[in-house]
């Protein structure tokens, strides 16, 4: 055999090796995939409605029990969480509603890309309009007015925890359709002076519910800042650090934030912060919490982890504000709590 001969032939091989990896790989996700939209035995009851955004008493989420409505916006009764939850069609990796009015973030993996869009709801779940993201989604917020929804994406890196990522914060008035495409147009005012920087990105916005105020985290020089934020002056002020992912107490007193525990390090644990005093309260989770979390009323705060032994899965997990107390689980198989 000839040395061009044995070489082409080395590079066939090569080429079909690389193909059928290629084809398995494709393969393996498929089944994964088919799996998880079969129903699991023994896990929660999952039966087809439309929740109403508007219906009070109940607690919107993102379904994540395996089965055909993974991914489904679902609902359970606030008073007994555990109990049998109603899916619609519609699915969303993020998700939020506030005051009749909700946002789903999609992501849609093609053959080719991957499409990513924010819906804005109305309190039947009906699309009032969609806009396209500009990366992956990675929080979601309504104000308390149903006014005002804000939304992050990721543009590059897939989690807070990359060396190296880029975020975009939009906030939508759902009254007028004006968008915000990203609140880097914003001035900024850090340790009371002017700023001005190439690498600032915001992400988790929480409103007030003046219409006006908001509370997002700001990211510069390696530090994370909790800024507080006027949407009609399109400013924000610092002020404390290391505070991520700020979540408003209904009566507006706190904050309940992500602050991470080591430099460097992609753990965090959960606090709540007095807005008067500025002291910071450690919640009794341990569990290292990487969401926005969500208050279930003035009291009570909401976040997804991990679920046990089940890849992708996640479950809601809900624990006093004030630091006493144990962390119980909430909802098994859920995220993107939504009190409705």
Sequence with gaps: MTPLRRRLLILLTAVLLLGGL????????????DRADQPQPGGPTVGTGTPKLGQKGRLA???????????????????????GRIASELKCARFYA???TGVCLQSVTGVLKQSDRALLLDADLRTRRTFPLAGTPSRARVSPSGRFVAWTVFVSGESYSS?????????????TMRLTPSLETFSIVLDGKPYRASDVNFWG?????????FYATLNTADRTYLVRGSLSRRTVTTLVQNVECPSLSPDGTRIAFKKRVLSGTSLWH????????LHETALSERHSVDDQ?????NHTVAYALPSEGKVGGSDLWSVPADGTGNPRLLIAGASSPAPL
């Design 270 to 277: 959960e606090y709540v912060l007095d807005l008067k005093t």
């Design 22 to 33: 290629g084809t398995g790989v494709v393969l393996h996700a498929a089944a994964r995939a």
């Design 293 to 297: 979390a969500t208050w279930l009323d």
């Design 163 to 175: 060396a190296f990522f880029s975020t975009r914060t939009s906030v939508l008035d759902a009254r």
């Design 205 to 213: 916005v929480t409103f007030a519910s003046d219409d006006d105020t």
């Design 98 to 100: 506030a005051a009749g």
């Design 61 to 83: 989420f993102v379904n994540a029990v395996a089965g055909p409505h993974r991914g489904a916006i679902a609902s359970v009764p606030s008073t007994d969480p555990e109990g």
